[in-house]
């Protein structure tokens, strides 16, 4: 099992161009979540998808759009990247039901906003 | 409103000293707490959940209701310690397993 895995892992853009981050998991978690980590700020949620086909708000989302684009993948939009934008960002999945499991991370992506 | 709180942003101690990372949380209902870390250049990774009542590389926490807190423990310091530490509390008021975390604490263990 690869866990969480997460592309790309490192990137630099420009103010106002787009991209995706991208990430998957091969444990059958029906949850998946993206968040971002900035010094003194802890892990800010900024979208989550409580199971296929739904995503949700979390703290901070705007900036940012999501896709689940099946159980396995859910993938992060910036349509017009800012330099608060400037991050690292994390993919997590987890299996939530009558016993709701710890959350598994990706290695993240550390964007950098010019 | 559902919250958790690391007052230290950096705890510096020395090999062997005994650690405590203090963690705060806010909510009315019966919490499920967490300490994940997150070691240099690595993922972070669940260190344990407090329903667990485990002890993971001589860490233990203990969940105090009364003082709505959840500190991390050990009692001799190791220079592989040195890492960020981040308390979880799991997000109740729907199934959607999200969880809040506080701003993180760096402990830093010197030789």
């Known amino acids: 099992n690869a866990g969480v895995t997460q592309t790309p892992k490192f990137q630099v853009l420009k103010t106002g161009q787009s991209m995706t981050l991208q990430c998957a998991q091969d444990m059958n978690h029906n949850s998946m979540y993206w968040y971002r980590q900035d010094p003194g700020m802890g892990l800010r949620l900024i979208y989550y998808?409580?199971?296929?086909?739904?995503?949700d708000k979390g703290e901070v989302p705007n900036g940012y759009n999501v896709s689940r684009l099946n159980k396995r993948e859910f993938s992060l939009r910036l349509e017009s990247a800012a330099p608060s934008q400037t991050s690292v960002y994390f993919c997590?999945?987890?299996?939530?039901?009558?016993?709701?499991?710890?959350?598994?991370f990706g290695p993240g992506t550390r964007l950098t906003v010019l | 409103a559902q919250r958790v709180t690391q007052p230290e942003k950096l705890l510096s101690v020395f090999k062997g000293a005994p650690v405590e990372l203090k963690c705060n949380y806010s909510?009315?209902?019966?919490?499920?707490l967490f300490w994940y870390v997150q070691y240099s250049r690595q993922r972070l990774q669940l260190l344990l959940r407090h329903i667990s009542r485990e002890s993971i590389k001589g860490f233990t926490a203990d969940l105090n209701k009364g003082e709505t807190s959840f500190h991390l423990k050990k009692p001799f310091a190791q220079e592989e310690d040195s890492a960020m530490y981040y308390c979880a509390l799991l997000h109740g008021s729907s199934n959607t397993g999200k969880l809040i975390f506080g701003q993180g604490t760096t402990l830093q263990v010197k030789p």
């Open positions: 997590a999945s987890t299996k939530v039901g009558s016993s709701t499991d710890t959350q598994y």
């Open positions: 998808s409580a199971s296929e086909g739904t995503t």
């Open positions: 909510y009315s209902g019966s919490p499920e």
